[in-house]
């Protein structure tokens, strides 16, 4: 039942205490037990909302970034990373198999503000030994969400 | 000038409930729980194998049985969820839908005055379809006690020396309910025993929530050589407007079945029979996914049926349920009406799919939980309003 929870919420991490008990078979209080649980075993780490910012007046820019490191004994890959996720503009930070060793994803409210951190902030980091900077030009789809209005339900609304 | 229309056809009983969808229709802020579709999209993959084999000019009639490969896999199927043996070339037909395979079966079954034993509430088309074959529909009112199970007994005094079939659907439209293994298995021994053959409709097979997967009578000791099954991917798969369904059943039926479905129908769509490949060989996981949800926005519609006092028994099957609206003292038609005027929400009366369907709606759990809750919201408002009356 807790994976059943886990992707009811990932989904939609609004639905009521009592309607989710409703909906896995069980009790408000098991519901609470189980999510509190999860929360301390960090296992969930949060509860957002996906947001098109594309529809509001708010200027933002996000680029992904893949970036090479030299590892030495002493600095491995989470020590590096760590070095690099603090960094607050850093929303997303992955360890990546292939020609890169991480990509990240940085949020900044303009072009030259990323560019900026790339030169001033992350290139600079010890270890690190390239970058190489996208642009997200538009969003079409996140989390598993298309980006757009909501679907119409087109079915005939009376069948057998 | 003559008639033009034949006896049959003029005497087939239209469905009393269309003139109430036409009404429906004309109704457009009205929000509606009377759906009997999946909500959810076709999987993306599936919908991917037949735009492919669009492009690959796939577009040719395809042999009368259906694609072999599909056919195999409707074998394959059958093999991994009930070890049942089909042998894809002479005992897998591919139809448009389960529809066909439900006229065509019978049509191949029935000679006049055969009778055919349909339990209630069920599908709108067994009767019609009965008549049109030349057969004798004989209807068994299930009864809410028994959760809308057959019980031997209701079979046993249905039986006539003229009986050939009992038409099974469980998981049940409009009931939502089910029979399990140890139901079917004293249904099965009284068709050995009288010599009745079955066909059973399992189109919402895919969907039970009992935990434990769904039963086929064919799997049952004796039965597989009288048991047609049928099934399709409108349900399971959500692929509805795809019109693709098929049948399982021995060779000498299935033989007959395929002729007819020859000389109607030529074959089912081909694009069609290409994404239903698709669908059987990998779309395992999107059945799973969809029933979880299903499932849990089932609890959620019982519960708080059950909650406003509106007795309802647990289906455990199809996307269906079946409350009795018995206490507001009003036929399961005046309270589809009235719910339409007064809190423009459409539900199904109970009587479409049978007599014995009174004093019950169907509601359908095809739809989001947002729309579910405000849906009834209104039931709610609905009942405190009229019970008070």
Same mark, same amino acid.
């Given at each position: 039942m807790k994976e059943e929870l886990l992707r009811l919420i990932q989904n939609n991490?609004?639905?009521e205490l009592k309607d989710l008990a409703t909906m896995l078979g069980t009790e408000e209080a098991t519901v609470a037990n189980m999510l509190q649980d999860l929360e301390q075993e960090g296992t969930i780490c949060g509860y957002y909302t996906l947001i098109n910012w594309d529809n509001t007046d708010e200027e933002k820019v996000d680029a992904l970034i893949e970036v090479n490191v030299n590892t030495q004994r002493d600095m491995g890959f989470d020590a590096i990373a760590e070095r690099i996720y603090k960094f607050d503009e850093v929303k997303f930070c992955y360890l990546i198999s292939g020609r890169y060793d991480f990509l990240i994803l940085l949020e900044g409210k303009t072009m030259r503000q990323v560019a900026n951190f790339v030169s001033s902030k992350l290139s600079p980091v010890e270890f690190v030994s390239g970058t190489a900077t996208h642009f997200i030009m538009k969003r079409y789809k996140d989390y598993g969400a298309v980006l757009g209005k909501p679907k119409k339900d087109e079915r005939e609304r009376m069948s057998f | 000038m003559r008639d033009p229309i034949s006896k049959i056809a003029r005497e087939l009983q239209p469905s009393g409930i269309r003139k109430f969808f036409d009404v429906v229709a004309e109704m457009p802020d009205a929000i509606s729980l009377g759906v009997g579709e999946p909500d959810f999209d076709t999987p993306w993959h599936v919908r991917e194998a037949g735009i492919y084999s669009l492009e690959k000019g796939r577009t040719f009639y395809t042999s009368n049985a259906g694609l072999m490969e599909l056919r195999q896999e409707v074998a394959n199927y059958y093999q991994r969820k009930h070890f049942l043996t089909y042998d894809p070339r002479t005992e897998v037909l591919i139809t448009v839908g389960g529809s066909e395979a439900i006229d065509m079966t019978l049509r191949a079954m029935c000679d006049p005055g055969d009778e055919v034993i349909i339990p209630e509430p069920c599908y709108v088309s067994y009767v019609p379809c009965a008549i049109l074959a030349g057969a004798v529909p004989v209807t068994i009112p299930l009864k809410a006690e028994n959760e809308f199970r057959l019980t031997p007994e209701e079979l046993l005094d249905a039986i006539?020396?003229?009986?050939k079939i009992l038409m099974l659907a469980f998981p049940n439209n409009p009931t939502g309910a089910v029979m399990e293994r140890e139901d079917l298995e004293k249904i099965a021994k009284i068709c050995v025993e009288k010599d009745i053959f079955v066909i059973s409709d399992e189109i919402y097979g895919a969907l039970t929530y009992t935990g434990k997967p769904h039963v086929t009578?064919?799997? =049952?000791?004796? =039965?597989f050589e009288r048991t047609v099954v049928i099934n399709g991917f409108s349900k399971s798969y959500a692929m509805t407007g795809w019109r693709i369904g098929f049948v399982a059943g021995p060779a000498a039926i299935l033989s007959q079945v395929t002729k007819l479905h020859q000389f109607a129908i030529m074959c089912a769509p081909t694009t069609s029979q290409y994404a239903g490949i698709e669908a059987l060989r990998s779309g395992d996981e999107d059945v799973e996914t969809m029933k979880e949800s299903y499932n849990q926005r089932r609890r959620y519609l019982v519960s708080s049926l059950r909650q406003m006092g509106l007795p309802c028994f647990e289906p455990f099957g199809a996307f269906y349920v079946f409350p009795s609206i018995e206490k507001l003292g009003m036929t399961s038609e005046e309270f589809a009406n009235r719910l339409l005027e007064e809190e423009k929400l459409a539900v199904v009366p109970g009587t479409a799919f049978g007599a014995c369907g009174e004093g019950f709606i169907r509601i359908s759990y095809a739809y989001s939980m947002s729309e579910l809750k405000t849906a009834l919201g209104r039931i709610e408002h609905f009942i405190q309003k009229h019970v008070k009356e």
């Open positions: 991490s609004r639905i | 006539t020396d003229k009986t009578i064919a799997e =049952m000791p004796g =039965m």
